[in-house]
């Protein structure tokens, strides 16, 4: 089955850039998106199809996909930003929908 | 603004089937051409695809559940729901249902509501 790795944590100080990776085998040829979740709450998406962000979503949230890594990038993070944060795609050999492993963002 | 609801049973015993059904409002959800899915997260882990359903009935699994799952829609309600058999202290989590855009509209798709989540706990 087609699997989706992130790194268990990183941190970022205020202001600065958080950057969250998904690895997976030739994730450049699918699309990729994020969301993230705060404790007790349901994810909510951040980025689409790579690069996209939905409305209300900040700028400073923005994606890229290339080779075998969709990367996440929080530019000017925010306090606010601390979350959890799952990559997701779209398998279409099994048809299914696959969430990566997740990364907690803490912001020190 | 749509919104969704799961509902049923907190607690399911060993071996017995898990019933849940997701109520939608402020849209149809015959409308468009949206999917319909289950995701569960185990506390403290992370989230876990477990199908989806068009509401012509065709219905796509998560592997590794395929066998214990089964999705079903009632139009006429506004519903959806999650059947899975078998179950075992592995199944404890939190169960959401979600809209999904589906790749033929945006290319990749995602999940763009979700419900608030309903903790269903395996125990005898």
């Known amino acids: 089955s087609y699997e989706l790795t992130q790194p268990p944590s990183v941190s970022v100080s205020p202001g600065q850039t958080a950057i969250i990776t998904c690895s997976g085998d030739?994730?450049?040829?699918?699309?990729a998106c994020w969301y993230h979740q705060k404790p007790g709450q349901s994810p909510v998406l951040v980025i689409y199809?790579?690069?996209k962000r939905p409305s209300g979503i900040p700028e400073r949230f923005s994606g890229s996909n290339s080779g075998n890594t969709a990367t996440l990038t929080i530019s000017g993070t925010q306090a606010m930003d601390e979350a959890d944060y799952y990559c997701?795609?779209?398998?279409?050999?099994?048809?299914?929908?696959?969430f990566g492993t997740g990364t907690k963002v803490t912001v020190l | 603004q749509v919104q969704l609801q799961e509902s049923g049973p907190g607690l399911v015993k060993p071996s017995q089937t898990l019933s849940l059904t997701c109520t939608v409002s402020?849209?149809?959800?015959?409308?468009?051409?949206?999917?319909w899915s289950w995701i569960r997260q185990p506390a403290g882990k992370g989230l876990e695809w477990i199908g989806r359903?068009?509401?012509?009935?065709?219905?796509n699994y998560n592997p590794s559940l395929k066998s214990r799952v089964t999705i079903s829609v009632d139009t006429s309600k506004n519903q959806f729901s999650l059947k899975l058999s078998s179950v075992t202290a592995a199944d404890t989590a939190v169960y959401y249902c979600?809209?999904?855009?589906?790749?033929?509209?945006?290319?990749?798709?995602?999940?763009?509501?979700w419900g608030q989540g309903t903790l269903v706990t395996v125990s005898s």
């Open positions: 030739k994730l450049g040829d699918k699309y």
């Open positions: 997701q795609a779209w398998d279409s050999s099994t048809a299914s929908y696959v």
């Open positions: 402020g849209g149809s959800i015959s409308s468009g051409s949206y999917y």
């Open positions: 979600a809209r999904q855009i589906p790749p033929s509209m945006v290319r990749g798709g995602f999940f763009d509501y």
């Open positions: 199809q790579d690069t």
């Open positions: 359903i068009y509401t012509s009935g065709s219905t």
